[in-house]
């Protein structure tokens, strides 16, 4: 068997490197990689709304400006940097995230655990903003 193996392992080796075809990993199947070409889409899958609360607009009035956003879960901070990049045309200076815990939901009388969430505190530069749309 080893014998049969080798011949498959030296034709496949032998193929010229034009022909050959560079594979790019995408994150996951939500989330593709793209070469090229408008990533906006990519984008709006990443940061999927902005988290409106108490807490986010108190850490706004210290200091730097911070954003919260509800981000996939599967984004990264990289992604979602790029991806306020390409929305909101600002760069982050720091994003935080963090897993939203579940909660507890009755449902038909059965108790049943919601999912894991997780959101991102995007931190901005002094002079940078994000206008409300």
Avoid: C
């Avoid at 899958?45 to 996939?72: D, N």
């Avoid at 760069?91 to 999912?115: C, D, H, Q």
């Avoid at 002094?126 to 749309?133: L, R, S, V, Y």
């Amino acid at each position: 068997m080893g014998i049969l193996n080798l011949k498959k392992n030296k034709v496949a080796d032998e193929a010229p490197k034009a022909t050959r075809k560079v594979a790019v990993k995408s994150v996951s199947k939500k989330v593709p990689a793209v070469i090229g070409g408008s990533t906006h889409m990519i984008a709006s899958r990443v940061v999927l709304r902005p988290r409106v609360t108490e807490k986010a607009t108190v850490l706004s009035q210290f200091g730097r400006e911070v954003h919260v956003f509800e981000v996939s879960r599967l984004a990264t901070k990289s992604t979602v940097s790029k991806a306020i990049q390409e929305l909101y045309k600002v760069t982050p200076e720091k994003v935080a995230i963090l897993k939203v815990p579940p909660k507890n939901s009755i449902v038909r009388g059965r108790m049943t655990k919601g999912r894991t969430d997780r959101k991102a505190y995007v931190y901005l530069a002094k002079g940078d903003k994000i206008e409300a749309a």
